[in-house]
């Protein structure tokens, strides 16, 4: 982008020459007028080339940092899940859907295949973790819910035996730690949190740090 704004630069700088030497020389109204309508028509092409330029160095820079998010999560949780860890995971949106029509051309086929892949990957593994922790929740919350109505029936216990039975009830379902988790969700979480690659070391990945301008 600095190349060609130091060119744009230079080409306004050459063309008031130009136009004031014409002057100078007694060239026709006509040929000025054509002149700076063609100059400011090539000036305005380079504006909006510039800003095409940055809008493609931005996207690239949000794509790159989307990419070594999702890694730096997905290798924390397996190196040792915990809930910051996982929390990262749950951020399921990504900027690629909206921005990866800036790179069509740049990239080839394979490459634009790969991220499409990695996206996909990544969006399905936070849906799966969502999925898996609903579940976790709505079994916590039919537990409470079980436990707070028996405490509730307890209403025409005599004083005596109250506390007694509301112990036991409470000790009961602390106790008691299995909760209703079907395979699938579970396994949906395992298969897209093994198949989930890196894709920091690609030949696609490179060329959108470079466009970047990131290290």
């Known amino acids: ?22 002057k100078s020389f007694g060239v026709p109204g006509d040929y000025i007028t054509s002149g700076t309508a063609a100059a400011v028509g090539y000036f305005a092409y380079l504006v909006y080339e510039i800003d095409q330029i940055n809008k493609l160095k931005s996207a690239a820079k949000t794509v790159v ?43 080839t086929t394979d490459e634009f295949r790969c991220y499409e892949q990695f996206f996909h990957a990544w969006s399905e593994l936070g849906a799966a973790k969502k999925r898996f922790e609903e579940l976790q929740y709505a079994g916590l919350l039919s537990k409470s819910e079980y436990v707070q109505q028996r405490l509730l029936d307890l209403e025409n216990v005599p004083p005596a035996d109250l506390e007694a039975k509301r112990s036991l009830i409470i000790n009961r379902l602390n106790n008691e730690q299995f909760l209703f988790e079907p395979g699938l969700p579970q396994q949906q979480l395992a298969h897209f949190l093994t198949s989930l690659q890196p894709i920091s070391c690609t030949t696609g990945f490179e060329k959108l740090r470079r466009l970047a301008g990131m290290r």
């Open 1 to 22: 982008m600095r190349k060609l704004t130091f060119i744009s630069t230079i080409y306004i700088i050459s063309w008031i020459g130009i136009l004031y030497a014409c």
């Open 65 to 107: 940092l989307d990419v070594r998010n999702a890694e730096e999560a997905l290798n924390a949780v397996r190196g040792g899940a915990n809930y910051v860890a996982w929390s990262k995971v749950g951020i399921i949106e990504t900027n690629w859907p909206t921005l990866k029509q800036y790179f069509i051309t740049l990239l």
